[in-house]
Every structure is written in structure tokens, then in C-alpha cells.
Nanobody, 123 residues
Framework: VQLQASGGGLVQTGGSLRLSCAASRRTSSNNGMGWFRQAPGKEREFVAAISWNGSNTYYSQSVNGRFTISRDRAKNTLYLQMNSLKPEDTADYYC?????????????????WGQGTQVTVSS
């Protein structure tokens, strides 16, 4: 499975961005998917996850209420709508396909990873 993330860019504080992650194979439609991010000099951290059918979602405390994860299984595409962006959201954002059908917060649960898309929020 190949994952292509897009939608990153430069935005001002309070702005919005929508990230997309296109998967190359339908296999991902039966698996949970997630978004992680890594800021310069920091470890990769969990952002959001969604189960195979979208019925369950999880968010990190830092983005809960501002970000929304969704997926279109027919298009094999994962999304992350990011609103009310803050400078601390600045990072490279990575999408991933889980080993199973459920949503999960641990990076070890994910098998395939995209190349990342950069998000920069200016103050």
C-alpha cells in the first residue's frame, strides 16, 4: 500500500487546512487509519485515528475539538480537517494504515506510512 499525503502549507494562526491521504489499494478500506505528526526536534505523536468504517474516531487532547478525521472508503482517501490552527500545530503530518480494522493511538499498530506533508502555522 502506498500513501500520498497532500494539503499541507503555510497558514496563519486561527486558519484552516484540509489534509488528504490517498491510498493506492483498496486494502486500506478494511483497515483503520490515522494521522500522526512530528515537529522539528520532537518525537512523532498521535493526532487522530478512525476505524475501518468510520464509526469510531480518536483524537489527541491537543487537537480534540479543532480537528476532524474522516474517510471516503470508495475513494480510498483519508482526510484531516484542521481548524483554529495554532503555531504549536506546526509539524510534518503523516497518514498511516493500521494492521487491523480498529482505530488506535499507538504508532506500532500502523503498518504503512505516507511520506508526510508539511504544515506551518505562523503567529
Amino acid at each position: 500500500v502506498q500513501l500520498q499525503a497532500s494539503g499541507g502549507g503555510l497558514v496563519q494562526t486561527g486558519g484552516s487546512l484540509r489534509l488528504s491521504c490517498a491510498a493506492s489499494r483498496r486494502t486500506s478500506s478494511n483497515n483503520g487509519m490515522g494521522w500522526f505528526r512530528q515537529a522539528p526536534g520532537k518525537e512523532r505523536e498521535f493526532v487522530a485515528a478512525i476505524s475501518w468504517n468510520g464509526s469510531n474516531t480518536y483524537y489527541s487532547q491537543s487537537v480534540n475539538g479543532r480537528f476532524t478525521i474522516s474517510r471516503d472508503r470508495a475513494k480510498n482517501t483519508l482526510y484531516l480537517q484542521m481548524n483554529s490552527l495554532k503555531p504549536e500545530d506546526t509539524a510534518d503530518y503523516y497518514c498511516a494504515v493500521a494492521r487491523g480494522a480498529m482505530a488506535a493511538t499507538g504508532a506500532d499498530y500502523y503498518r504503512y506510512w505516507g511520506q508526510g506533508t508539511q504544515v506551518t502555522v505562523s503567529s
